[in-house]
């Protein structure tokens, strides 16, 4: 993620076999809090050669506790037609990690304040049954 962010941010950038998780810059990815601004306009991503289908890929935090141990990422993927797709949010998630993937990512538009509320509802309602192993 650290590579696709530099790349965004027009820095030059290590390959990804050359960082560590004691990298200052991994660090400060890794206690950087981000949030959502529902005024900043979204980003465009296709994966090359993947079956790409036009919706909104999320990564949805759930901590319990702050020992790590009560910590879960999820991928989620709500197609334009508001289908909650559980699978393609993990093979996003995967194809975002596979450092062999070719990337590209243009601007997009901004939400609606309508669209983020029904996006947000499907995402918690999704990662619900999650928190709830977790707990």
Known sequence: MVVYYDNYMDKPVL???QYTINEPIITRHLKKEISFNIAEPLSN?????FPNEKGYFMLWELTVSNDGQGQ???????SDDGILRPLAGKMIWDALL????HLSVSPGNTLS???WQSLSQSAQEF???TFLSLK
């Open 72 to 78: 879960r990422i999820i991928p989620i993927f709500i």
């Open 98 to 101: 596979d450092d062999g993937n």
């Open 113 to 115: 304040e309508d669209l």
């Open 15 to 17: 390959s990804i076999g």
């Open 45 to 49: 991503l296709t994966i090359r050669d």
């Open 127 to 129: 990662a619900y049954d």
